[in-house]
């Protein structure tokens, strides 16, 4: 009788402490797959951070182009193409699908259609910033960057009116008329401010860079860690 207790004892001991460890390993299991969701976000806001600092370089670049070709070709087509690419980037016209890479190339090459007032993601890319979860400092080198931007769409506006025979009336607006000058129009956008103010707005975009790939890597690299330790708690 007494060893059949004994016996029971160990039994029950042995089904308690199996079901412990069996508790464990759904608890650290459960843990390292919170860790390993966390790597994948912290992954994804690192592209989506990059992916958002190359649209603005890339739309700075895309306006730069249209007015240049614009002042050399007088094609209308270009100037329209500048205004398109300032509406979606504050969020004026929703963005088309699949915008980004060589989406401007392909419409400047008359391999798809330019886009058009539609369904889509309509807001503005300081929005798209916003909701993605910089810091603070980041943030406003990104808006900084912006905001250089389109102080140098003035001189870009100042080129193609340039070349319409308009002029600044000293209030920002371009409603003298005179003769086309399209050797100063050409000169605005290839002289040595307009590559100064270009210089200028790369300055933050490449310290906004450094900046989240520092931040990124030791998020990372602490997600990294605390999910090894885990890993290894299951051995």
């Known amino acids: 009788m007494v060893r059949t207790m004994k016996i029971s004892r160990l039994i029950l001991g042995f089904v308690a402490i199996s079901v412990l460890l069996a508790t464990s390993v759904v608890v650290l299991t459960n843990r390292l797959g919170d860790a390993l969701r966390s790597i994948e976000q912290a992954q994804e806001r690192r592209h989506a951070s990059y992916q958002l600092a190359d649209e ?7 306006l730069t182009r249209f007015a240049r070709t614009f002042v050399v070709t007088g094609d209308e087509r270009y100037e329209r193409y500048f205004r398109q690419v300032l509406s979606i980037r504050n969020g004026v016209v929703p963005r088309p699908e699949a915008y980004g890479g060589v989406y401007w190339d392909s419409v400047a090459a008359g391999e798809i259609s330019e886009p058009v007032r539609g ?6 890319l300081e929005q798209r910033m916003s909701a993605v979860g910089f810091t603070e400092a980041e943030f406003d080198l990104l808006t900084e960057a912006q905001s250089r931007s389109d102080d140098l769409v003035g001189l870009e506006n100042e080129a193609m009116n340039a070349v319409k025979g308009l002029f600044d009336d000293g209030t920002g607006n371009f409603t003298i008329q005179g003769e086309p000058d ?4 050409v000169a605005l956008l290839h002289g040595s401010q307009y590559h100064s103010s270009k210089a200028h707005i790369m300055q933050p975009i490449g310290q906004f860079l450094q900046m989240v790939d520092e931040r990124t890597s030791f998020e990372l690299m602490d997600l990294n860690r605390n999910a090894w330790k885990l890993f290894l708690s299951l051995f």
Do not use: K, W
């Open 119 to 124: 369904p889509g993601e309509n807001s503005s």
């Open 56 to 62: 603005l370089r890339r739309s700075s670049d895309d």
């Open 182 to 185: 399209r050797d100063r129009a």
